[in-house]
C-alpha cells in the first residue's frame, strides 16, 4: 500500500514561489524541536516574510508515521538557508532541544525517532526519487547550516544553531536503499 500522505496545505503556500519538478537535487532532514505536530503547524503558519510566507518544511511526519504535506514540491519553502531554491524539507516530529534551543547546557538531543516515522521516512523519500527526476542528494539540517550563536546561558559561549536531525537519527538505515547521497557538513 503507498504511503498516505495528508495535504494539510500552509494558508500562505500560494506566495511561495513556483518551481519545476527538475529543479529539486536535494532532501534536507529536519527535525521540529518542537512537543508536538499542533505547535509545529502553529510555527509553520507563523508570517515572518514581507511576501506574506513564513518558515516550513514541505513534509512533517509525526511519531505515530503518520505523514503530512505542508508545502507542495514544486514551491520553495524557507526551511534551509541558501539551499531552499533546490531542495525538498522533511521534519520529522522531535522535541530535540526544546524549549532551551541555545542554552550550552543542553545541547544534546535525547529523543530517539521512532520505527514508525524512520518507515514513513524512507517510504516518502522512494516517492520523493519517482517524483523529481533530478534528486539525488540528502542531507541533515546541520550538515547545512554550521553557523554558531551565543549561548542564552551565557553569551561568552556560542552553540550550533542547528542541530537536526542530531545523533539520534539513524542515517545508514534511511540511506540504505535510498539511492541518494548524503552530502558532507560544510
Known sequence: MPLPIHDQLLPYVTQLPERPAEAVTLVVIH???LPDLATAREYGEKV???SG????GHYYIDRDGATYRYVPGTRIAHHVRGRNAESIGIELVNSGRYPNWFDSRQQIMREPYTDAQITALR????????TFP?????AG???????????????SRHVSRKLDPGIQFPWNEVLEGSR???LARR
Do not use: K, Q
Not at 123 to 130: D, I, S, T
Not at 134 to 138: F, S
Not at 141 to 155: F, G, I, N, Q
Open 180 to 182: 541518494l547521497e548524503r
Open 141 to 155: 539540517h546541520e550538515d547545512l547550516d554550521t553557523a554558531m550563536v551565543p549561548a542564552s546561558d551565557d553569551a
Open 48 to 50: 515572518l516574510y514581507d
Open 134 to 138: 533530478n534528486l539525488r542528494h540528502i
Open 123 to 130: 517510504e516518502l523519500l522512494a516517492v520523493l526519487r519517482e
Open 53 to 56: 510566507a513564513g518558515n516550513s
Open 31 to 33: 527535525c521540529t524541536e
